[in-house]
Structures are given as structure tokens and as C-alpha cells.
């Protein structure tokens, strides 16, 4: 079993900047990690992927705005979220691993409005 802790949601004005990070309970430095969102009434949604050797992905939609990291001392995988706008209002979430191998941290609220 695998915990991981989202941090760093909240309200932000469009335009502005947020960063997110995931704390895992164990290890991750072999795993894809990435962040996915849904927002009220979608599916949730990839966000943003990273390899264990730091190669990433991302949605076409945040692709030049969000960007994801990893530290693998700290078993921490970060995303920075600029150029918010009101579309990227979703609840955020972490993912360690692939398949049936994976697991999904609580999640966290990013809202973006005026």
C-alpha cells in the first residue's frame, strides 16, 4: 500500500500561479508518477506524467503553462501550475505507479476565479 498527500490547492486569480506537490509513504524513484484532475461533471483527466528517469508528458491543454518534477530523495512529485485559467478549476490528484500497480492520493481543490 502506497499513501501519497496532495498539497498546495486553494483560490487563485486567472493568470496566476500555484504549485502542487504529492508526498508518497514509500520509495518512487522506479515509478511513472503523474497528476490528473477532474472537474465537476467531467472524467477525471491526465494532467501531467514523469518517468523514473525524468522524461514528462503533458496534456495539450496545459502543455507551455504546468510543469512536473520529482525528487526522488524526497518522494515528492511537484506541479507547477502558471498561467491558470478558470478551464483548470478541478480537483488535482496524484497517481504513483501504472495499471494495477497504482494508487491515487485523496486529491486537492484548485478553484480559479475572479
Known amino acids: 500500500q502506497v499513501h501519497l498527500v496532495e498539497s498546495g490547492g486553494g483560490l487563485v486569480q486567472p493568470g496566476g500561479s500555484l504549485r502542487l506537490s504529492c508526498l508518497a509513504s514509500?520509495?518512487?524513484?522506479?515509478?511513472?508518477m503523474g497528476w490528473y484532475r477532474q472537474a465537476p461533471g467531467k472524467q477525471r483527466e491526465l494532467v501531467a506524467t514523469i518517468t523514473h528517469d525524468g522524461m514528462t508528458t503533458y496534456a495539450d491543454s496545459v502543455k507551455g503553462r504546468f510543469s512536473i518534477s520529482r525528487d526522488n530523495v524526497k518522494n515528492m512529485v511537484d506541479l507547477q501550475m502558471n498561467s491558470l485559467k478558470s478551464e483548470d478549476t478541478a480537483v488535482y490528484y496524484c497517481?504513483?505507479?501504472?495499471?494495477?500497480?497504482?494508487?491515487w492520493g485523496q486529491g486537492t481543490q484548485v478553484t480559479v476565479s475572479s
Open positions: 514509500r520509495s518512487m524513484s522506479t515509478y511513472v
Open positions: 497517481k504513483y505507479g501504472v495499471g494495477l500497480t497504482s494508487y
